[in-house]
């Protein structure tokens, strides 16, 4: 009887693609856990961001795992991604509520990089879609007042707060009602602006809590998330929450701000929606937000194009819901 032979290379080869997709399988399946407890460390929340990452990895590690090996591994390792799609999936499936009429707002959230992106750039991508108002997150004082706005029909409403080395800039098409706030334990701005949806005031907060890269860090973000759902529970009109958030939707942190306030996630139906980096070829996770409140909806979501920052503007057009 003939006996089939394998070369040495060639189970070599095989034995170590084995062994890549096991190490790949087992690794997504602990993020995959470890993101579930978020709330106890800032490394385990920071791995709840990459959930649509993980939910396409380990369906691929499980579908070739099975087609070489076939062995009961490639079924954990597809079970533990069908986890992440079912976390993934209101992004996509979740449509928002009907307008009840013509009115809207339009607003874009942009963090700039610290002044990276060119200010006549921005201005004439904004001229050309004139959204009612603009949140420029790390603005300078420098920059935004290289910003040639006199003849754009837009202009700056508010000023960088002294301590900061940058901060959020507002600029309107018309006088907007304006108030700096400091919250969190490192006393961040946000800016809070009265705005209209027809005959309906709304009240706009632009925020940008500080990256989660270190426990103290994190702590900063969530405790101004935790005294921003105060100020939202106290409003007595419609919500809107925008800025980069330094979060997910998967993130403990967004996920408890979320259940504080009951604002509604404007990216619920529009997709992944991934707003950085613009370093690499794919946008990975979406850090840029728009929440409002269940009185009104999403009619437009856009995540606009590369400016030279290293997030990408986020234009999000809300109006009032229909009962």
Known sequence: MAVKKTSAMGSGMRTFLGLALLTG??????????????????????????????????????????????????????????????????????RPAPAAGPESIRIVSFNVAAGRANPADILDWVTDAPPDLVFLLESTEEWIAAMPTNGSGYSVGNEIPEDRAYGISVLGRSATDIEQLRLGTTRDPVVRVMATIGDQAVAV????????????????????????????????????????????PWSSTFRKFESETGLVNSQRGYGLAATWPTSLPIRLIPLDHMMHSDSLTTITRL??????????????EVSLAAP
């Open 25 to 94: 399988g087992f690794l997504g399946t602990l993020a995959t856990n470890l993101a579930f407890f978020g709330s106890t460390s800032w490394f385990f929340d920071v791995l709840a961001n990459f959930r649509f990452q993980m939910a396409i990895g380990l369906i691929a590690i499980g579908l070739l795992y099975f087609l070489l090996f076939g062995r009961a591994a490639a079924f954990v390792f597809l079970a533990v991604g069908a986890v992440n799609i079912f976390l993934v999936a209101p992004m996509y499936m979740d």
């Open 205 to 248: 907060y632009a925020v940008h809590p500080r990256p989660p890269d270190s426990p103290a860090a994190a702590e900063a973000r969530d405790s101004l998330f935790t005294e921003l759902s105060g100020l939202v529970a106290r409003e007595s009109i419609p919500v809107i929450v925008i800025g980069d958030f330094n979060a997910t």
């Open 303 to 316: 995540v606009g194009p590369d400016l030279g920052s290293d997030h990408m503007p986020l234009t999000v």
